[in-house]
C-alpha cells in the first residue's frame, strides 16, 4: 500500500481483556516498529523486527506485551490482560532496511483506551 | 543507555515570532533526525542530519547538527499557525537501529 496500514484506528476494551493491534507495512519495507505514546508524551520504543532476524523486544514494558511478524510483512501486537496504563496511541512504522540513518514511516495509529 | 533531552518541553508564540528547540545527546551521534507530529496525527519525517555542524533549510526552518555532533537545533522563522504540533528529535539506538526520540516540543502558534 501507499503507506503504513493499522487497525483498529480506535478501541474501547474492558480491563483484563485481551487486544491485538494489527500492521500492514509499506510494501518492501523489511523493518517494522511498534511504539507506544501516551497522552500528551514522547514515543515510547516497543519492538522491532528486520527481516528474518530475531525481534528487538528490549521496550515491550511486560509479558503481557507481545507481537509476531507473520512472512517478513504483516505485524499484530497483542496486549493480554489490559490494564488502565495501557492506554495510549499505539504506533507502527516501517522502513526501507532498518539501517542507521533509515527514516521511518509511521501509521495513523490505534488508540486503545482501557475501561 | 542512550539519553537524549529535548528543551524545551512547551512553547508559546505570536505569530511571526521565531521558534527554537534544541536536542543534546548523552552521547556522540552518527545522526540524528527530526519529526513532527500535529495535533491528532502522527509523526512524519522532516530531515536528516548526518556530518558535523551541518546545516540544512527548508523553507523557513533550519535544522544544525553541532560540530561535536551530540546536540542538534531546529529553527522555526516567522512562525505560522501551520507550524503547530510537537517536535521531535530521534536519536539511532543501540544495536538494532531503533529509533530514541525526544519527549518533544509542542509549539503553540498564537494567531
Known amino acids: 500500500g501507499a503507506g503504513v496500514s493499522q487497525s483498529p484506528s480506535n478501541k474501547v476494551t474492558e480491563k483484563g481483556k485481551d487486544v491485538e493491534l494489527r500492521c500492514d507495512p509499506i510494501?518492501?519495507?523489511?523493518?517494522l516498529y511498534w511504539y507506544r505514546q501516551s497522552l500528551g508524551q514522547g514515543l515510547e520504543f516497543l519492538i522491532y523486527?528486520?527481516?528474518?532476524?530475531?525481534?528487538?523486544k528490549s521496550g515491550l514494558p511486560s509479558d503481557r506485551f507481545s507481537a509476531e511478524r507473520t512472512g517478513g510483512s504483516v505485524s499484530t501486537l497483542t496486549i493480554q490482560r489490559t490494564q488502565q496504563e495501557d492506554s495510549a496511541v499505539y504506533l507502527c512504522?516501517?522502513?526501507?532496511?532498518?539501517?542507521?540513518?533509515?527514516?521511518?514511516?509511521f501509521g495513523e495509529g490505534s488508540w486503545l483506551t482501557v475501561v | 543507555g542512550q539519553q537524549v533531552m529535548q528543551i524545551p518541553q512547551y512553547q508559546h508564540v505570536q505569530e511571526g515570532e521565531d521558534f527554537t528547540t534544541y536536542c543534546n545527546s548523552s552521547?556522540?551521534?552518527?545522526?540524528i533526525q527530526w519529526y513532527k507530529q500535529r495535533p491528532g496525527g502522527h509523526p512524519v519525517f522532516l530531515i536528516q542530519?548526518?556530518?558535523?555542524?551541518e546545516v540544512k533549510k527548508q523553507k523557513r526552518l533550519t535544522f544544525q547538527f553541532g560540530e561535536a555532533k551530540k546536540n542538534s537545533s531546529l529553527h522555526i522563522t516567522a512562525t505560522q499557525t501551520t507550524d503547530v504540533g510537537t517536535y521531535f528529535c530521534?536519536?539511532?539506538?543501540?544495536?538494532?537501529?531503533?529509533?530514541?526520540f525526544g519527549k518533544g516540543t509542542k509549539l503553540s502558534v498564537i494567531p
Open positions: 512504522a516501517s522502513s526501507r532496511t532498518g539501517g542507521e540513518g533509515n527514516t521511518i514511516y
Open positions: 510494501s518492501g519495507h523489511t523493518a
Open positions: 523486527f528486520q527481516g528474518n532476524s530475531a525481534p528487538d
Open positions: 552521547t556522540t551521534l552518527s545522526n
Open positions: 542530519l548526518v556530518k558535523s555542524g
Open positions: 530521534a536519536l539511532p539506538g543501540a544495536g538494532s537501529y531503533q529509533l530514541t
